[in-house]
Structures are given as structure tokens and as C-alpha cells.
């Protein structure tokens, strides 16, 4: 973190046309790797650069996966990947501390968390106890073992998977530990073009293989620098705000949004207009990343389970649609 | 580009503006849309308070306000189940027929609701006892139930014209036309007060309903022409004369309200305008031309004259006219032929030479109106154009004639002796004048040699100045203390007098001879004609027709002298006094002294002498009322160009945003639906539809956009190429829309009448 600080300010800012370029990039390539999924992609992309964390929820086999490790593979960063079982231990993750007989100290060997992008896989397959290891390191951007402070590397991503939550032994993730990703997709069935498209790439070999890095470390925090400097005028953080606040006192919902899910919406609108080579938030931006971004943080009222995703998009949508789009600031 | 489509599914397809455009329906749900009626309702029962001066007691306003009621809460009810919304106002229609039909039926109806035949017949003949109620009565006007019936249709009317305009249309504001309309009816009408309370009470619920129907409050502009609309109505109506108003609002033919009201009234009024025009003209056997009659102001209440209340019999043909009562076959009678062609007269009553015996040359539709005295009239057709030939059997009795016919025993004519609280000084100057008179007849002719021969000037003006124009007993009074006044005071001081002579006496609305064509027989009648005079009633004679104002033509001979002197110098042998009231050598002061017996035909009970172009004498005040109506009209047209105007020549930081302001409200101007809460984005989808992908105004929509969104949301000011863009737009959506679409935009301009932009403040 304070490494992408020093970067941004010591060299200048990316151009949004070379943001957007890159972006291109890493997009198309991904793409031919995932058919026909570009929403999901793109949310993906939006969700590294504003320096949040992904959820990735859907049935097994649509590839969520194979889309956090194409993400991991086009940049050109560091990757590593934790199959969560039921029995996964917390220290597997973060890391322990061994006793060096030669240095008598003890000396600490970093678990799969530290690495720049980390898949987590079927995370809801773990026990609480392990779950929270992970996703405590998600807001501190640091692993405590023993006492130690050891900072995570960045830029740091977490895309986790889950299975809905009917499935046999999963444990739901709680809202507390939702919240903390920045944004939920679901990538759904493809179309038959696409699965035919699929099957023929397949034939030869994966496409994952062919994947090479497109963007360097340096050029991703400087990619992630400009993002933050995307500007947000007044009206569109009232916009933000209103929309948030809508699903406060929503009567279909037991649970609006946090706090945390409007800064959220506002770094990942940021992310959104950076990609789309533009230097400042539209309403139109706000809108596309709602669903995604607070989705998964409404608890509905009287209803649960894999319809209560789309119902909570549905919800979601019904508010922006009704939330006016403020243009100039009210007359005091 | 990248192709950044939304990862949520739903969301692919680009939502569209129409999803959610009705700002009614989207903010007023559930309870709001009853709300809704509720206020079209109660604003409606108000201003129906409003004409309470026009008739007496309260059913008239209650039935109605029912029959309303159930007509707005069927439809409502309907919506409430998800009806569609035309589907509910028709609903609210056929609620609002069967409610009328029980008020109206009289058990004609099955079940008391469902019409038959007998019940349209029923209706007819209901409207017809009301349009006669209505032009014969004044107000305040006692409610029979063919006028109970008439406003309960009415009223249903507007109940479903409201809620079709407000809930299927949805243009709540334009509903101010419907109730503006209903509260300048008691200002049409001449003596009656306008409920000032009950106009801010409609006006208060016409505001609360712009309110509920937006969900917010209304904007300025919406308020302020609102306002105003109804202040200018009010006060233009209310200073027009009567004659004015009446072409306009139809009365002439018998079918406005306004007729209902005493004519006599407001004759001043109408005698000092100027401008007469030629109302008929005729040619006639009688060598000194017809006065021809109108109508008969029988009642006298003490306050004024009017018009027997007689509804129309459907038998009484006039090619079966009565004979005129009570002239005995000794009488000596003139035979006058006379071909009238009737020019800008608009009437329901028939200008006849008296006492008419046979009358050819007009259609069914004309009914004698009783046996009391000839005189025609028609509910269904006006005397505009009317060419007819009418030969007429005027009196012209001998000395001898007269004195024996007074002789004979009287028939009963209290209807015509009835004044009640004539003032002493009347009843003894009465008594003083006839002092010397040897009888009845006498007494007459002493009377109005009182008024042609003594200290009594004419004058218009005199009456309005001192106070008391009019033809009531109080007036009367004064009159006769004055001495000055004109043919309304003459006429009707000599009738009160006679009356408390009994001799039995009402007064002639009509119009004198007129002015002679050369020298021959042909006669033209100017709106200044119109005159009234006093009949008096004598067995042997008939009605015979008195001159009392001075320097309205001559009388005739045999009216010239009494009994006393008994000199028929050449009155028992004169045949040159035909004419059944004067031999008047009218010509001249018809002519000279125009506007002096021109008692308003609009506001008398039958005659309205209107042309179609205006008002008798009143061309500048038809031309100021058509102006006013005309910047009424206006004013939301202004107001909209001044708010464009302000608009696209707003100058940073708030260029482009009074220019896409200008675009939304333009484009709902034209019935485009817009989502108000949708991005500008989104709308800019919407607007695209509307000038088509290819144009170079969708071009100028990109521009102002990416203006709009750099302005508002880029921090980086817009420059002259948004309202360059605008006006590329507003130009494209104008062409792109009916001419119907159009003419309603600028007439009706509803993004004046409703906010759009409801959180954030105009843009200067």
C-alpha cells in the first residue's frame, strides 16, 4: 500500500488512455479464455484497480476460477491459490513460525496469503474459524502471526469463490465477512455459442496456457494510482449516497448497505470511469457497479438461498432506477 | 473500446425511460391515486358551490356533487384494481349514466337505472322545461327537476371529463380549464354577485391538485399562470357588459344562462355603447312602419319585470295562431301586412307586429306562448336569418267604440294587477294625475301625456349617476322624483301607475318602427331600435300600446285625447293611425336619438340583437375581450418562451444544464416521456428514438451530453456548443412530433405545470 503511494507520487500519473489501453488488454485476453462473459470480466478488472477484493458466486463448473487465474496470469503478478476443505487450518493460510535451530530464532514462513493476487477456492467449504484467517487479511492488508505484523504485498486481490450456499457442506459466509468484498458477480451458464466455442479451443489445449503476462507489477500500481485520482464531483457522491441510503429503509430488506459498501461503490465508479478512459465518475458508472457492489451486502427479508441473489440485484436495481440523478446541488 | 458491458444480467438490456415515466403513478400509489379523485372531487363540488347565487336552495348542489362522487370513485375503484386507466374512466361514464338516469328518470327506467326510450324522451322534454327555466328566469333560480336534471348531467360530464383529462391523459393542471370555466358563470350573468369564496376555494383545490397529481409542489410558473389565468378571467369577465359575453357564450340563441336574468336590469348598460348595427329590416303596408314586439314582461316582483314563466306547448302551431284576447268584434281594426327579414337578430322570440293573426314562413320549430298576447318563440332555433311575411290586426277604435267597450263587464287579468308595496307617493301621484280622467282609458292616456307632456327629460346617463337605474319600485320612486331617465323607467313607472289604477298593464319588449328605406316601404331596425313601452289592458280593446318616453315617436290620435274633451278630432275617423301602439313618425327620432331606447336584446329574456362578429355597439370591448381571452390563452406559451429564452442563453458554470433542462422539458412538452430519475445517459437513449439514430440532431444529442456530463460531473464548464446542441434538438424533436403534439406544447406546456427537476434548484 504505501509502496503504490510512493510510486504515484514520485512518477506521473498514467494517462487514462494508456489505463484504458492496458485495460483493453487484459480484458480481451481474458475473454478468450472466459467467451462471452465481459460484464464479469470487467467487473473483475474494476475490482483490482480500485484495490478491493471479488467474490465470485455462482454453481460449479461456469468457470470462476478459471477467471481468477486468467486475471492472476495477465498481469504479470504473483499468484497463489488455497483449495478451502473443511479441514483447512487458519496457520495454513497466513503462514507459521518455525524455530531456526542455526539462526535460534524463530523465523516465519509466509503462508499462500502473501501473494499479490490470491485465489481462495470454495471458500464457504471451510470451517468460520479458517474463513476469517483469510478474511481478516483482507481489510488489514497485513497477517499477524505471533505477534508479528508481516505486511501483504501490493497490490493485493483476493477472488474468492463460493458455491451457493444449498450445496452439500458449505458454510455460508457471514454478512460481517461479505461485506468486506468489494464487489459479488456471478458468471451464470454460457450461451451455445460460447460452450461450443469452448469445446473447440479445448480441443487443443487450454487456452490458460497461452496466456502471458500483458502488464507488469509497476504498471498495474501506476494503473491503480490513477484510478484514485479519477475525479467525483458532489453531485455524484449525493447520488452515490442516495442510493445507499434507499436501501437503509427499503421495506423488502432486513439489512441495508454499510458505510463501507458507499466508499466502496464510490473507488469502484472511480475504477469504472478510469476504464473507460474517462477522468471523472458519471451517474451512469454509479449504476453499472451497484448491483455487483451492494448485492451481496442486503439481507432480504423473509428469503434466502440462491434466489435471494438475483432478488437482491432486482432490489438494487428498482432503487437506482427510482433514485433521481441529481445535476446541480440543492439551493441551500 | 472496451466493451464494458454491466455484469448484471438483468441490466444488459438498456433500461428504458418509458418503464418509469409516469411521475403520477410513481408517486402517488395506493391510497394517492384515491387521493387524486378525492381532490378532482372535492375541487369540482367547489367550484359547483360557486354558481350558488344562480339558484335557490342547496339540492341542486348536493345531487350533483353525489352523482360526481360515484362517477370518480367507480373509476378510481377501477384503477385500484388495475384496471386500465381508459378502461376506468368508462367505467366511471356508464357509474355516472345510471346515477343520472335515477335522478333524471321518473321511473321511466327499469330498475330505476337502466334508460329506456321513455327516458330519453323524459330528458328531452326535462331539457327543454330547464332551457326554458333558464332563459325565461332570473336568479336566483328556483330548481325544478328539469334543472335538477340538467346540472346532474352536467355535472356527471365534468366528472368524466375530469378524470379522463387528469388519469388517462394526465395533464391534472389542464382540468383548471374545466373549472375555470364552471366559476365564471355567475360573473356572466348581469345583477348577480360572483361567490368570490367559493372561486379561492376551487383555486386553492386546483393548486392542492397540481400537488398531489406531481407529488410535489407545483412550479412557480405553473402557479403564478394558473393564478393569474383564473384573476384575468374573473376580472374581464366581470367588466364586460353582459351583451358581450353573450355571443360568446351563445346565450342569443336561447341557450345560455345569462338570458335567464332580467332583461330590464342592465339596459343602461347596453344603451350607452355606441355602434349600432342593422338587426332586421321589413317591409310593411303600414304607413308609418310597425313596432315590432319581443316579448311580454308580465311578473313584477317589486324589484323588476320579467317574462311570464311559461313553458313552451308543443301544440300551440302558430298556423293556428289565438286571437288576440279581448278586443271586441265591434272594433274598428287596421289589416297591416308586413315581410320581415331578419339580419343579425339572434333570438328566441320572434319580432312581430302586434297583435299578429297569422304568420308564414317559419318552421315548426316556433310556438305561440300563450293566449295572453302573441308573441313567438322557438327552443331550438335562433331568428338569425329569418325571412317571414306576418299580417297583424291592429286596434283603431272611435270614441264611440272605446266608451262602449268600457262599459263591458272585464275579464279577470289579476296576474297583470298584481304590485305589491307600491309606495304611497306613487299610488297618490297616480290619483293626482288621473284626477280629472272620466275613466279608465282616459286615465291612460292622462298618464302618459303626464310623461310625453310635462317635466320629464330623456336621459341615459342620469339614472347610473344618481343611483338608480333600474325598473324596481324603489327606482320607480326615484324616477318619478327626478324626472329623468329613459324608456325602461318610462315603460315601467306607467305600468306600476297603471296598476295602481287597476287597470291591468305589463310591458313590451321590442323594437320601434326603425328608419324608412327613400321614401318607400321598406324599413331598416338597428340595434338601437330596441325599445320597451307599456301595455295597458281594456275590454273591447285589447293590449293597446302606450308611448310614455318623451321623444320617442308620437302616439296615436286616438290615444292623443281623453274622454273628457271627447273631441275625436280625427281619431274616431283617422285611418292613418294603423300602427297598433303610435303612428309614430319614429323614423326620425329612431334615428336621431339612437341610443336611446336600445334595451339589450342578450340580456333580455328574448331578445338578443347580437351580431355574430359582437356585442350590439360593442365592437372595441369584443375586440379588448377576444385580446384578453387570446393573452389568457397565452400566457403559459409566453411563459414557456421566456423560460427557453432565459435557458439557452445561460452562460457558464450552468450552460449545458439549462440546456438539457431546456431539451427534458421540451421533450415532455411534447408528450415524450422522460424519466426524471434516469441518467442523463439514459435520457439522451430516450431523446434518440425521438430524432432518429441518423440525424444530425443525434449528433447534437452526443455533443450536449458529453457537455452535460463534463459540466456537471467533470468539474470542466460547457460553452456555446450546448445551446447550439439544444437548439439542433429541440428543433428535431418539434419536427418529429404531430402538429397536434406541437400545438399542445405550446398551448399547454406541461413541463410548466409540473416540476421535473424536483431536487435541485432552476438554473437562475
Not at chain 1, 189 to 206: F, K, N, V, W
Not at chain 2, 249 to 271: E, H, K, Q, R
Not at chain 2, 509 to 533: A, C, K, M, Y
Request: proline share 7%; with cysteine; aromatic share 6%.
Amino acid at each position: 500500500m504505501t509502496t503504490t503511494q510512493t510510486t504515484a507520487a514520485d512518477s506521473t500519473l498514467m494517462e487514462l488512455g494508456e489505463v484504458q489501453h492496458h485495460a483493453r488488454t487484459i480484458l480481451d485476453a481474458i475473454g478468450t479464455v472466459i467467451d462471452g462473459k465481459a460484464g464479469a470480466i470487467s467487473t473483475a478488472l474494476t475490482v483490482l484497480l480500485a484495490e478491493g477484493h471479488l467474490l465470485i458466486e455462482d454453481v460449479p463448473g461456469v468457470g470462476k476460477t478459471q477467471l481468477a487465474r486468467a486475471l492472476a496470469k495477465a498481469v504479470d503478478a504473483s499468484v497463489s491459490r488455497i483449495q478451502f476443505t473443511p479441514d483447512l487450518l487458519p496457520s495454513d493460510i497466513t503462514g507459521v513460525s518455525i524455530f531456526d535451530r542455526q539462526s535460534n530464532d524463530f523465523e516465519f514462513k509466509p503462508g499462500p496469503v502473501f501473494a499479490n493476487i490470491v485465489i481462495g477456492d470454495e471458500i464457504n467449504r471451510a470451517s468460520p474459524k479458517t474463513q476469517s484467517a483469510l478474511l481478516e487479511s483482507l481489510e488489514e492488508r497485513q497477517v499477524t502471526v505471533d505477534g508479528i505484523s508481516h505486511p501483504l504485498p501490493t497490490p493485493f486481490l483476493v477472488v474468492a469463490t463460493q458455491n451457493p450456499v444449498e450445496m452439500e457442506g458449505t458454510y455460508s459466509l457471514p454478512e460481517a465477512q461479505r461485506d468486506r468484498f468489494m464487489a459479488r458477480i456471478s458468471l451464470g451458464y454460457p450461451d451455445a455459442e460460447s460452450e461450443l466455442r469452448m469445446l473447440r479451443q479445448r480441443e487443443t489445449g487450454s487456452p490458460l496456457d497461452a496466456l502471458t503476462p500483458l502488464v507488469s507489477l509497476e504498471q498495474l500500481r501506476r494503473m491503480i494510482a490513477a484510478v484514485r485520482a479519477v475525479y467525483v464531483a458532489r453531485v455524484v457522491e449525493r447520488y452515490a449516497v442516495d442510493i445507499v441510503q434507499a436501501t437503509r429503509v427499503h421495506p423488502d430488506l432486513r439489512l441495508g448497505a454499510s458505510p463501507r459498501a458507499t466508499l466502496q461503490l464510490m473507488r469502484a465508479a472511480k475504477s469504472w470511469a478510469a476504464l473507460n478512459g474517462r477522468g471523472f465518475v458519471i451517474p451512469d458508472d454509479v449504476d453499472a457497479l451497484s448491483g455487483p457492489v451492494l448485492g451481496h451486502r442486503l439481507i432480504l427479508a423473509g428469503r434466502s438461498g440462491a434466489g435471494a441473489v438475483s432478488a437482491a440485484y432486482d432490489i438494487v436495481e428498482s432503487i437506482v432506477r427510482a433514485t433521481p440523478v441529481p445535476l446541480d446541488e440543492p439551493a441551500s | 473500446m472496451v466493451d464494458l458491458r454491466s455484469p448484471l444480467q438483468s441490466r444488459e438490456a438498456p433500461r428504458s425511460g418509458t418503464s418509469k415515466v409516469d411521475s403520477t403513478d410513481r408517486f402517488a400509489p395506493g391510497n394517492a391515486r384515491w387521493l387524486l379523485s378525492t381532490v378532482l372531487w372535492l375541487t369540482l363540488v367547489f367550484a359547483l358551490a360557486s354558481l350558488h347565487p344562480l339558484f335557490q336552495g342547496a339540492v341542486w348542489w348536493f345531487v350533483p356533487a353525489l352523482v360526481s362522487a360515484a362517477v370518480l370513485a367507480a373509476s378510481a375503484a377501477a384503477r385500484a384494481a388495475h384496471w386500465p386507466s381508459a378502461v376506468a374512466s368508462l367505467a366511471g361514464l356508464v357509474v355516472g349514466g345510471l346515477a343520472t338516469t335515477l335522478v333524471v328518470s321518473g321511473g321511466t327506467a327499469i330498475l330505476g337505472v337502466i334508460p329506456t326510450a321513455e327516458t330519453l324522451e323524459r330528458v328531452r322534454v326535462l331539457a327543454a322545461q330547464a332551457q326554458d327555466s333558464i332563459v325565461s328566469d332570473q336568479a336566483p333560480i328556483a330548481v325544478s327537476d328539469a334543472m335538477l336534471g340538467v346540472v346532474v348531467v352536467a355535472v356527471a360530464a365534468a366528472a368524466v371529463v375530469l378524470d379522463v383529462v387528469a388519469r388517462v391523459c394526465k395533464m391534472p393542471a389542464l382540468t383548471g380549464v374545466l373549472y375555470a370555466v364552471v366559476i365564471v358563470v355567475p360573473s356572466l350573468i348581469p345583477d348577480v354577485a360572483p361567490s368570490w369564496a367559493w372561486v379561492v376555494a376551487t383555486v386553492v383545490g386546483y393548486l392542492a391538485l397540481l400537488i398531489v397529481s406531481s407529488g410535489r409542489r407545483p412550479s412557480r410558473a405553473g402557479v403564478v399562470s394558473g393564478l393569474a389565468a383564473v384573476v384575468v378571467a374573473g376580472v374581464v369577465t366581470s367588466l364586460l357588459p353582459t351583451s358581450l359575453i353573450a355571443p360568446i357564450t351563445g346565450v342569443g340563441s336561447g341557450t345560455g344562462i345569462s338570458t335567464g336574468v332580467n332583461p330590464v336590469i342592465n339596459l343602461g348598460d347596453d344603451l350607452r355603447r355606441g355602434d349600432p348595427i342593422t338587426v332586421l329590416s321589413y317591409r310593411s303596408s303600414a304607413p308609418e312602419g310597425d313596432y315590432l314586439k319581443l316579448v311580454d314582461l308580465v311578473d313584477f316582483s317589486g324589484t323588476r319585470w320579467s317574462p311570464a314563466s311559461t313553458q313552451l306547448d308543443r301544440r300551440n302551431s302558430v298556423d293556428d295562431l289565438p286571437a288576440a284576447p279581448g278586443i271586441s268584434t265591434s272594433t274598428r281594426r287596421d289589416t297591416v301586412t308586413t315581410d320581415v327579414s331578419v339580419n343579425l337578430l339572434r333570438s328566441p322570440y320572434l319580432p312581430l307586429p302586434v297583435p299578429a293573426t297569422k304568420i308564414t314562413g317559419i318552421s315548426d320549430a316556433w310556438k305561440y306562448v300563450d293566449d295572453s298576447g302573441v308573441t313567438v318563440r322557438s327552443t331550438s332555433e335562433g331568428s338569425q336569418g329569418l325571412d317571414y311575411r306576418v299580417t297583424s290586426r291592429p286596434v283603431d277604435p272611435t270614441r264611440e267604440q272605446i266608451v262602449s267597450a268600457l262599459a263591458q263587464p272585464s275579464d279577470d287579468l289579476s296576474a297583470y294587477l298584481d304590485v305589491d308595496g307600491v309606495p304611497a307617493s306613487i299610488t297618490r301621484l297616480a290619483s293626482s294625475v288621473t284626477a280629472d280622467s272620466a275613466n279608465p282609458f282616459d286615465a291612460a292616456v292622462a298618464l302618459q301625456n303626464y310623461f310625453r307632456n310635462g317635466d320629464f327629460s330623456y336621459s341615459e346617463d342620469t339614472p347610473v349617476r344618481e343611483g338608480y337605474d333600474g325598473s324596481g319600485l324603489d327606482m320607480v320612486e326615484t324616477f318619478l322624483q327626478r324626472k329623468s331617465g329613459y324608456c325602461v323607467h318610462f315603460a315601467s313607472a306607467m305600468a306600476v301607475m297603471a296598476r295602481t289604477l287597476d287597470i291591468p298593464s305589463r310591458i313590451a319588449v321590442g323594437f320601434l318602427p326603425g328608419t324608412r328605406v327613400g321614401s318607400g316601404e321598406e324599413w331598416t331596425v338597428s340595434s338601437n331600435d330596441l325599445h320597451t313601452w307599456p301595455e295597458l289592458y281594456f275590454q273591447g280593446l285589447g293590449w293597446v300600446p302606450f308611448e310614455p318616453t318623451v321623444g320617442m315617436g308620437t302616439t296615436s290620435s286616438y290615444l292623443q285625447e281623453t274622454g273628457a274633451e271627447a273631441t275625436p278630432s280625427a281619431g274616431a275617423t283617422d285611418p292613418a293611425s294603423p300602427s297598433a301602439s303610435a303612428t309614430p313618425t319614429a323614423s326620425a327620432p329612431s334615428a336621431a336619438t339612437p341610443t336611446s331606447t336600445a334595451s339589450d336584446p342578450s340580456s333580455t329574456a328574448g331578445a338578443s340583437a347580437s351580431s355574430g362578429a359582437g356585442g350590439i355597439g360593442g365592437t372595441p370591448l369584443v375586440v379588448g375581450g377576444v385580446a384578453a381571452l387570446v393573452v389568457v390563452l397565452a400566457l403559459p406559451w409566453w411563459l414557456r418562451m421566456g423560460r427557453r429564452r432565459r435557458r439557452l442563453g445561460q452562460g457558464p458554470p450552468d450552460a449545458a444544464l439549462s440546456a438539457w433542462r431546456e431539451v427534458i422539458d421540451t421533450a415532455r412538452d411534447l408528450g415524450i416521456s422522460v424519466d426524471q430519475a434516469a441518467t442523463p445517459q439514459q435520457t439522451a437513449t430516450v431523446l434518440l428514438a425521438s430524432v432518429g439514430a441518423q440525424s444530425s440532431a443525434a449528433a447534437a444529442l452526443d455533443t450536449l451530453t458529453a457537455a452535460l456530463s463534463r459540466e456537471r460531473f467533470g468539474g470542466v464548464p460547457a460553452g456555446e456548443e450546448a445551446s447550439r446542441s439544444a437548439r439542433a434538438i429541440l428543433s428535431a424533436l418539434r419536427s418529429g412530433s404531430s402538429g397536434f403534439e406541437r400545438a399542445r406544447a405550446s398551448l399547454v406546456p406541461r413541463s410548466l405545470f409540473v416540476q421535473a427537476h424536483p431536487r435541485t434548484a432552476e438554473g437562475a
